[in-house]
């Protein structure tokens, strides 16, 4: 790393991490700057969570309108699902560009939002009648793999 390139600049996860990390060993060593340490590296710390939640919040996107598409025969808004994917897919470009750390965390991240996407899904399209208990079962059950989910990848449609 270069003297102008810092922690900061390559990885923001990791150094928000790192500097939460180095304001409590400060705050233990007894240092004489009149500083706030515990809250003050939580709210560093607190902005590496909300990287942490962004590339949550746009996997479960994806996965939510992934499944539509899967499982829907409705015709109309399969192209705004489409382009809602590439959106989100570009958001999390930015996320693991700006802290590319997070990318460990995608198998993780995908486990956890799996069920929180497909219930939201079963909710989008059952307001609309296309839900039956077989189909919920199957949106339930359907898995993606990280290079569905970040790639071009978009499910066939489904047989009405």
Known sequence: MSDVESLHDIDFVAWSKEQADALRAARRT???????????????????ISERRELHSQIQHILRHLL???FSPAA???RRW?????????????????S?????EIVTAIAEERELAARRAISDLDQYGEISPARARQMRAASFTPEQILCDWLPPSPNP
């Open 100 to 104: 590319p750390s997070l990318r460990a």
């Open 76 to 78: 109309e808004p399969r």
């Open 30 to 48: 007894g240092s004489n700057q009149k500083l706030d340490w515990e809250n003050l590296a939580e709210e560093v710390e607190g902005l590496g």
């Open 82 to 98: 489409s382009e809602s994917v590439a959106d989100a897919r570009s958001e999390i470009e930015i996320v693991l560009r700006m």
């Open 68 to 70: 539509k598409l899967q």
